[in-house]
């Protein structure tokens, strides 16, 4: 697995269409228990070369029920978004990740972890990509439960998305606790 980190932060393979240039962002280990695979780094997570680290990190980190420590532990969670490098901005927000990344790069990852993680599905692209359906989000993550053990399907957790969060608010209440439970039995 080292090895292969190693290579993929090395990765430029898409780097004519990246406006920042190639610096991908990925942390796993064989020994990790949960995989968040979201879409790919914005423009503050490529300058500080860190995942997660902005209001939608603290707000995913309060939804799963864990503290920074055990977060960036990469034998509890392996940050494996659809494309490791920020892709750039469009009309509406970020530009969706590169196609190239993930049928790349994604099971010559996951084909070292030593059990099967839970794999927590972050927002559309990562969904449309692992469960390869056509619903939308809000249909998915209504019938979380029936992803259940393999996967668990969430709502991007950024700002931007308050909107959705106030028009569904049984999200809330009954998908949130059900997360952290799962993740504290993954974690156990
Ligand atoms: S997005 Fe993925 S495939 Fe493209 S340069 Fe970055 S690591 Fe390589």
Known sequence: MKGLLTEIRH???CKPFLPLGANPIISASPKSKIVLASQAPGKIAHEKSIAWDDPSGRRLRDWLGVDEDTFYDSDNFAILPLGFCFPGKGKIGDLPPRPECAPLWHKKVTDHFEADPLYILIGNHSQRY???DNLTLTA???AFESYLPQHFVLP???PVNRF???KNKWFETDVLPVLKRVVQQRLA
Do not use: E
């Open 156 to 158: 991007h957790p950024s």
């Open 130 to 132: 692992y469960l390869n």
């Open 11 to 13: 990765c430029s393979v």
């Open 164 to 166: 959705w969060m106030a």
């Open 140 to 142: 998915r993550i209504k």
